[in-house]
């Protein structure tokens, strides 16, 4: 075993488009330690998703995968069929965005829960049942004997997504993936299950990928952001310093755009021009040159790599010129 649970060494991915083989993660890197919320932040496109898949192998035929992906010093791409399923069964566990697109409707809550434990470690039906009918009130779901008899068409979306958070918690991963998992609910139910996961991934010593449009959400939750435009991290920064030390253009814009209710403004802060799928940017120049108010002929020219800049990782050819600290305050909020 080893400290670092998730380590994404210069992932490229290509996938068929429109006939032809395409580049849409341009080599991704990251890491994720035991007991840390890592936030993967992004316009849509950006290739927050497919990073996440990429981990646990769901991804469409003919996609081929470079570069590496140790999960507990494993490497993934290696792994033979089995293998995959045990680290799937086992060590790995995904939250989708859209629960109902994921649990059978035909089936019983009891059966989509209870199944894992029952096909992937040998417990008894009844031992297994008392096992999720305890996390079922864990998550905050009253009159749990009567949830495990009902099918997921008779829950609502929030108490869906903490069902499917119970069957995360019921194999014991020791690393979850939750892809925008808070998505398509309200913002009190929002803050309700990502108390619930960061409860839980305290108390467990889990390691956690958020995937999420919301920055600042990220920040709440999460001990490390990483900013992703066009198959790239672009930026990788404590979430306690966030507003004040955020250094790539990008990254800056996202915040700016985030209406606040302490500060008035005629109108919304907008970034111009429209995001990049990764297929679309090249690997000869800065994929957000187009859009950067700062942009000089040499991002036309040359991709900047991540470096170094002050407690970040930035890659921008100017980010010494736009890197201010302003520590907040307040360590958690922004």
């Known amino acids: 075993m080893t400290d670092t649970l998730l380590s994404v060494e210069n992932l490229r991915l290509r996938l068929p488009i429109d006939g032809?083989?395409?580049?849409?993660?341009?080599?991704?890197?990251?890491?994720?330690?035991?007991?840390?919320?890592?936030?993967?932040?992004?316009?849509?496109?950006?290739?927050?998703?497919?990073?996440?898949?990429?981990?646990?192998?769901l991804l469409p035929p003919?996609?081929?995968?470079?570069?590496?992906?140790?999960?507990?010093?494993?490497?993934?791409?290696?792994?033979?069929?089995?293998?995959?399923?045990?680290?799937?069964?086992?060590?790995?566990?995904m939250i989708f965005q859209d629960p109902r697109a994921h649990i059978n409707p035909v089936h019983t809550i009891g059966d989509y829960l209870t199944e894992g434990l029952r096909l992937t470690r040998g417990v008894k039906r009844h031992d297994a049942e008392r096992t999720?009918?305890?996390?079922?009130?864990?998550?905050?779901?009253?009159?749990?004997?009567?949830?495990?008899?009902?099918?997921?068409w008779q829950l609502s979306g929030g108490l869906l997504q903490r069902v499917m958070i119970a069957g995360v918690l019921a194999v014991e991963p020791r690393?979850?993936?939750?892809?925008?998992?808070?998505?398509?609910?309200?913002?009190?139910?929002?803050?309700?299950?990502?108390?619930i996961l960061d409860?839980?991934?305290?108390?467990?010593?889990?390691?956690?990928?958020?995937?999420?449009?919301?920055?600042?959400?990220?920040a709440a939750t999460c001990d490390r952001i990483a900013v992703m435009y066009a198959g790239r991290i672009v930026e990788q920064l404590p979430a306690a310093h966030l507003r004040g030390i955020a250094a790539h253009p990008y990254t800056q814009a996202l915040l700016a755009a985030k209406p606040s209710l302490g500060e008035r403004r005629t109108r919304?802060?907008?970034?111009?021009?429209?995001?990049?799928?990764?297929?679309?940017?090249?690997?000869?120049?800065?994929?957000?040159a187009a859009?950067?108010?700062?942009?000089?002929?040499?991002?036309?020219?040359?991709?900047?790599?991540?470096?170094?800049?002050g407690e970040s990782l930035?890659?921008?050819?100017?980010?010494?010129?736009?890197?201010?600290?302003?520590?907040?305050?307040?360590?958690?909020?922004?």
Do not use: W, Y
Not at 132 to 152: C, N, Y
Not at 175 to 195: H, K, R, W
């Open 132 to 152: 999720v009918t305890g996390l079922l009130r864990q998550v905050g779901i009253e009159d749990a004997e009567r949830r495990m008899r009902q099918r997921p």
């Open 20 to 57: 032809e083989d395409k580049t849409v993660l341009h080599g991704v890197g990251l890491e994720v330690r035991a007991g840390e919320a890592v936030g993967l932040v992004g316009e849509s496109g950006s290739g927050k998703s497919l990073t996440a898949r990429s981990v646990v192998r």
């Open 62 to 93: 003919r996609a081929r995968l470079d570069g590496d992906i140790r999960v507990d010093g494993v490497s993934v791409p290696a792994l033979d069929d089995a293998g995959l399923r045990r680290m799937r069964a086992q060590d790995i566990a």
């Open 175 to 195: 690393l979850i993936l939750a892809d925008e998992p808070t998505t398509a609910l309200d913002v009190t139910t929002q803050e309700e299950v990502m108390a």
């Open 291 to 309: 859009r950067c108010p700062r942009v000089v002929e040499r991002c036309r020219q040359e991709r900047p790599e991540l470096r170094s800049v």
């Open 199 to 218: 409860e839980e991934r305290r108390k467990r010593d889990l390691g956690l990928l958020f995937i999420t449009h919301d920055l600042e959400l990220a």
């Open 314 to 334: 930035v890659a921008c050819h100017l980010a010494e010129e736009s890197h201010t600290p302003r520590l907040p305050k307040e360590s958690k909020n922004v």
């Open 268 to 288: 919304l802060a907008a970034i111009p021009g429209r995001p990049l799928s990764g297929f679309e940017a090249s690997d000869d120049a800065c994929p957000f």
